[in-house]
Nanobody, 124 residues
């Protein structure tokens, strides 16, 4: 079974930075899609960013473009989300997702078969 474990959440003041990590275990060798979604209290789930390892293409939601950066360390089987210039509206539980195929469109939550438990990010 594929397991995704997020870490790196916490509380930060507006304008600050955090880096989320997602450790991946259980994937067979090959290309896959990985990404981040978030859900704020009382709001629906929102896609944040994704990367496809077959080529390294990335995509971002307009709300985070220019502030967040998604990356991966294949040697460590870890996905990262560097979040800079954080705003109070970035407050949410952030979830790591993955699937062993190119998920189209990027923001289709149901296309990702593996999901982590989430990590809380609070910006005040």
């Amino acid at each position: 079974d594929v397991q995704l474990v997020e870490s790196g959440g916490g509380s930060v003041q507006a304008g600050g930075s955090l880096r989320l990590s997602c450790a991946v275990a259980g994937y067979a060798h090959g290309d896959y899609s990985m990404g981040w979604f978030r859900q704020a209290p009382g709001k629906g789930r929102e896609w944040v960013s994704s990367v496809y390892t077959g080529g390294g293409s990335t995509s971002y939601a307009d709300s985070v473009k220019g502030r967040f950066t998604i990356s991966q360390d294949n040697a460590k089987n870890t996905l990262y989300l560097q979040m800079d210039s954080l705003k109070p509206e970035d407050t949410a539980v952030y979830y790591c997702v993955a699937d062993a195929k190119a998920v189209v469109p990027w923001d289709w939550f149901g296309g990702y078969s593996s999901r982590g438990q989430g990590t809380q990010v609070t910006v005040s």
